[in-house]
């Protein structure tokens, strides 16, 4: 993990506003959620239970290291985005059979208690 994405998700675990370089982290105390920036676009909304995720208008390498960054310290292990013949996925974990699934990525896509059943 790179060092801007460490400081990121120390940010986040200790709900803290934070900007260096091209990503930012905000606060939201009404909400109690962080929001996750790249560039200015949302990539990302992690809170207590939950973690969704962005592209923010791009699909870039950048952006899915950012994302997954944030999975492996705020998701269920091995929750992660990847990319096959130029398009990408997600592997979330489904409560409901103890196993991870793949499915597309979309922007918006919540994963978390209860977010496969939101979003399958």
Do not use: C
Not at 95 to 102: C, L, P, R
């Amino acid at each position: 993990m790179r060092k801007i994405e460490t400081q990121m998700n120390a940010a986040v675990h200790s709900s803290k506003n934070w900007t260096s370089g091209n990503t930012s982290v905000q606060f939201d105390a009404d909400d109690n959620v962080s929001r996750v920036y790249l560039h200015g676009n949302h990539i990302a909304t992690v809170s207590d239970d939950s973690v969704q995720l962005f592209d923010g208008g791009w699909q870039s390498h950048t952006t899915k290291s950012r994302l997954n960054a944030i999975l492996a310290e705020h998701g269920v292990t091995g929750e992660r985005v990847f990319q096959r013949n130029w398009t990408w996925f997600v592997r979330q974990f489904d409560d409901a059979t103890g196993e991870f699934v793949e499915s597309p990525f979309y922007s918006g896509l919540n994963l978390g208690e209860g977010a496969l059943a939101l979003t399958a």
